[in-house]
């Protein structure tokens, strides 16, 4: 089937109402457990997919899991964060209780249970395929997968720092698992796709527009395609991949399909763009489908239900008993009444030094507690535009007692959590790091302090400028983001960019200080100790550089940046056989970096090691094709086997 051609709706509707005789008609096993597969749709609004309403959408794979399932209509996330809320969709749990409650920090404690435990003590094989590092495997998310692919280019970065991979790659790789699988077991699956995620580069698969039932802000125009366009063209590629992944599914099995978004993404609603500072509809309210054996074809769901139960009720369609919470979502009825579902998000604590915020939803009725509360009637004001706080209601007061009683049992602790590695907090403490740690929870309500925002935004397009030689734009942005600085002084977005103004103004010194002041209030961030680095190195101490180095690396074992800077120093130091180590070690530690494997491929090819300089080199070129310098050393590589042909096929992929 050619890759780029979706699946139509009504051919999958057709194939997931097989029933269970049929299926076994076609080579099925009758009264065999079905396979699962679980998808989860990062950063993706309800909203975006067609059979949610959205008119101009390419979803034709995912409406058609509606038409063959069962569309919960009002389907909401715990977190507007990535890790939180896949924490919550594996376990159960909320997020105060399994304690990922927020990206890059912290480790899944053993005593919880995921859905991948339980079907692999059940007897499931069990595979994940991630498309962003957010879901690192050092984070416990790994734990009863047989497989946990997260491997990514590090070179492939995406716009918060995170190694990621798009859905061509994600659907590849489940592909080649699923080949390999034999007949008899049944298969659980689980494929992330990350590529909705700012920024927005659909290429050519951008749709029509993208109707919004909220009312959100229309989108900026870039390169003939709105922001909400092409966010929308996004989406439409994770359809394209998802009808892939179906169409290669070994035939003749029983299987139930399971999608939802993790959070959703705002365009502009009450001042956000993107996800993680509010508890508003657009980044809370995702699409959840699911749909195969045993579930009701054309059923919709319209109560308000948690995501966070997907996990008991996928174990239920199989068959296998739980030890996951419950209850199970409604199938077939509606329920009897609404759930209170809870929602949080500690970033604009954790980021900013501002208020966190906790929420609870129960119907048409929603509660946030925050520095100035709020109340909303979801029914009548879906844009949440119109505060009932001063006003409420019996059911408003209700809402939140419950909000209330939920806190007490989950408070909204932001104080970090004890890092991933043990030799990490010893280098943090000794570093002074993580004593006396604020615990980041300002009285700022995010309301206000998205107002600021503006004018760091503004700031990032003047350092742009610098970037392209615009002398005074650097000192421009350094006098923008002191005077932010100056008003949210616990701002880690904010100090790190002004680090970086500094650094480019010429100050060295200043920019080192201002980001020990970040790294202080989140010494867990790698990134900060990379940068930290390089400021050490420009200021000429190359041995604290080296240090600063090395605990990056410690945060992260698979940072290709750290490692290369590491393996840099030891061979100007002279320390060659050093340098070959450290680069061999972050291969072993499953780093894929088109940068290391070239170095290595350097290395090798000048001891005359050719088999090994062509694995190297081949690697490199496949990882980072457009790289002139991987094809180049890889022509010379051909140029020693006596491969004249080859040769000049190679360096003609170096020029420029």
């Known amino acids: 089937m050619d890759r780029h051609r979706p699946v139509s709706g009504l051919l999958l509707s057709l194939l997931l109402s097989l029933p269970a005789p049929a299926l076994a008609g076609a080579g099925g096993r009758e009264g065999s457990a079905p396979d699962l597969l679980l998808v989860t749709l990062d950063t993706t609004r309800a909203d975006a997919l067609g059979c949610y309403g959205a008119t101009g959408a390419r979803t034709p794979t995912l409406d058609g899991l509606a038409v063959g399932g069962v569309r919960f209509d009002s389907a909401w996330s715990p977190a507007p964060l990535t890790l939180p809320a896949h924490a919550s969709l594996l376990t159960g749990l909320e997020p105060g209780a399994h304690g990922l409650r927020d990206n890059g920090w912290g480790v899944l404690d053993p005593a919880h249970r995921t859905l991948a435990q339980e079907l692999s003590a059940a007897g499931w094989a069990t595979a994940a395929f991630v498309a962003s590092r957010v879901l690192d495997r050092r984070l416990g998310l790994d734990r009863g997968f047989d497989l946990y692919d997260d491997r990514m280019t590090a070179e492939r970065v995406g716009q918060y720092g995170y190694a990621e991979r798009d859905a061509t790659e994600v659907v590849a790789a489940a592909l080649a698992w699923l080949r390999t699988q034999p007949a008899g077991r049944p298969l659980f699956v689980w494929v992330h796709f990350y590529d909705p995620h700012a920024p927005y580069e659909p290429g050519s698969e951008v749709p029509g527009t993208l109707r919004s039932a909220q009312g959100g802000a229309p989108g900026l125009a870039q390169g003939g395609a709105s922001e909400r366009e092409r966010y929308a063209g996004e989406v439409a590629a994770v359809d394209r991949e998802l009808g892939r992944l179906l169409a290669g599914w070994p035939s003749g099995r029983k299987r139930v399909v399971a999608a939802v978004g993790d959070h959703g993404e ?22 959840m489908l699911v749909a195969g054996e045993g579930v009701p074809q054309g059923k919709v769901i319209r109560t308000p239900v948690g995501t966070r139960r997907l996990a008991a009720t996928l174990l239920r369609l199989l068959g296998v008993a739980s030890r996951l919470p419950g209850p199970p979502l409604p199938l077939t009825a509606e329920p009897r009444e609404a759930e209170p579902i ?7 604590a954790s980021a900013y030094g501002w208020s ?17 509360p709020e109340l909303y009637d979801l029914a009548r004001d879906p844009a949440e535009a119109r505060n009932l706080a ?8 209700r809402l939140q007692r419950l909000l209330l009683e939920h806190l007490k049992r989950h408070p909204l602790d932001v104080a970090p959590p004890a890092p991933i590695d043990p030799e990490a907090a010893a280098a943090l403490r000794s570093l002074g790091y993580l004593s006396g740690q604020s615990r980041r929870s300002g009285s700022l309500d995010p309301k206000d302090g998205v107002l600021l925002l503006a004018d760091f935004e503004a700031a990032g397009v003047l350092l742009e400028a610098a970037a392209r030689g615009d002398g005074s734009a650097a000192a421009a942005a350094v006098g923008k983001l002191e005077a932010l600085v100056a008003k949210s002084p616990e701002s880690v977005p904010f100090l790190a960019r002004l680090a970086t103004a500094q650094a480019r103004a010429g100050r060295l010194e200043p920019a080192l200080a201002t980001l020990d002041r970040a790294l202080h209030l989140s010494p867990q961030l790698d990134f900060l100790h990379l940068e930290r680095g390089e400021l050490l190195l420009a200021l000429g101490h190359k041995g604290a550089a080296e240090a600063a180095f090395r605990l990056a690396l410690e945060l992260d074992p698979r940072s290709a940046t750290a490692r290369l800077k590491l393996a840099e120093l030891a061979l100007r130091a002279g320390r060659k ?14 780093t894929r970096s088109a940068l290391l494997l070239a170095r290595l491929g350097e290395i090798t090819l000048a001891r005359g090691d050719l088999a090994e300089a062509d694995r190297h080199l081949a690697e490199a070129t496949s990882l980072l094709p457009e790289w002139p310098r991987a094809w180049a050393l890889w022509a010379e590589v051909a140029r020693r086997q006596g491969r004249p042909d080859l040769a000049e096929e190679r360096r003609r992929r170096a020029r420029p």
């Open 577 to 590: 056989e050093e340098e070959e180590t450290l680069l061999r070690e972050g291969l072993a530690a499953g």
């Open 342 to 348: 809870f929602h949080e998000t500690l970033f604009p």
């Open 266 to 287: 705002a365009f502009g609603e009450h001042g956000e763009r993107g996800h993680g500072l509010f508890l508003y509809r657009p980044t809370l309210e995702v699409p």
């Open 356 to 372: 966190p915020l906790a929420a609870v939803t129960r119907g048409p009725g929603r509660a946030i507690a925050a520095p100035r």
């Open 390 to 397: 001063a006003s409420p209601t019996g059911e408003h007061r």
